[in-house]
C-alpha cells in the first residue's frame, strides 16, 4: 500500500504556481468591444446567422483577454476567421470560437492596422530562441535579446515587426509564431 501511495504522489505533482495560459492563435485580427450600453449578453453563433449557440456574458468580456491586452477601457477578441459582416471570435480561455455579428460601435481591426503604433513585450512562455531582434524579417543570425524589453512597433508586415526597443536599438521581431501563435503582449505593465 506504501509504495502505491508514494507512486500517486509522484505521479500527481501539485502546482507551484500558477501556470501562464497557453500562447493563442493570432487569428486574422482584433474586434475591438465597447460595452457601454451593452446590458444584455452577447449572442454568439455556431454558423453565422443560423444556429445559436450559446451567449456572452458581458461581465466577463473584459477580464478573457486582459492578461494579454492589458486593462484598458475596451475589451479585445482575437478574431479568427469573417464572413461577410460576421466574425469568427475567440470566446474562452480554452480557445474555442463562435460567430458574432459587431454592432456599429465596435471595432475589427486587421493585425498589421493593430499593432502599428502599439508598445508590445514578449509573453513570458514564449520561446527564449525567437524573443531577439534581428536586421531583418528572416535572419536566422545577429539578433539581440529582447526578452523584457518594451518595444515600440513602428510597421507589421506578415509575422515579422519592425520595433523601436530605445534611441540606439531598432530591429525587427517575429510577432507570432509559425504556428500563428502570438508571441507578444500588449500590457506593459504584465509580469515579467
Known amino acids: 500500500m506504501r509504495p502505491v501511495l508514494i507512486l500517486l504522489c509522484l505521479l500527481l505533482p501539485l502546482p507551484l504556481h500558477a501556470a501562464a495560459p ?4 493570432s487569428g486574422i485580427g482584433v474586434l475591438t468591444i465597447s460595452t457601454t450600453g451593452i446590458t444584455e449578453p452577447i449572442p454568439l453563433y455556431d454558423d453565422p446567422g443560423i444556429s445559436r449557440c450559446c ?14 491586452f492589458g486593462k484598458d477601457q475596451s475589451s479585445h477578441l482575437l478574431v479568427t476567421a469573417r464572413k461577410g459582416d460576421w466574425l469568427e471570435v475567440e470566446h474562452d480561455d480554452a480557445g474555442r470560437t ?15 492596422q493593430f499593432l502599428k503604433g502599439r508598445m508590445v513585450l514578449f509573453l513570458r512562455n514564449s520561446p527564449k530562441k525567437l524573443q531577439q531582434m534581428v ?19 513602428i510597421l507589421a508586415q506578415g509575422d515579422w515587426a ?17 504556428d500563428g501563435r502570438l508571441l507578444i ?7 515579467k
Not at 463562435?98 to 498589421?112: F, G, S
Not at 519592425?162 to 507570432?176: E, H, N, T
Open 135 to 153: 536586421p531583418r524579417p528572416g535572419a536566422a543570425e545577429g539578433g539581440q535579446p529582447a526578452v523584457n524589453r518594451p518595444m515600440k512597433v
Open 22 to 25: 497557453m500562447r493563442p492563435y
Open 98 to 112: 463562435a460567430w458574432l455579428k459587431p454592432e456599429r460601435r465596435w471595432q475589427y481591426t486587421p493585425w498589421e
Open 185 to 191: 503582449g500588449f500590457d506593459i505593465g504584465m509580469p
Open 162 to 178: 519592425y520595433v523601436l526597443a530605445d534611441q540606439q536599438s531598432a530591429g525587427w521581431i517575429r510577432w507570432r509564431d509559425q
Open 55 to 68: 451567449k456572452f456574458p458581458v461581465a466577463d468580456l473584459g477580464m478573457l483577454n486582459a492578461w494579454l
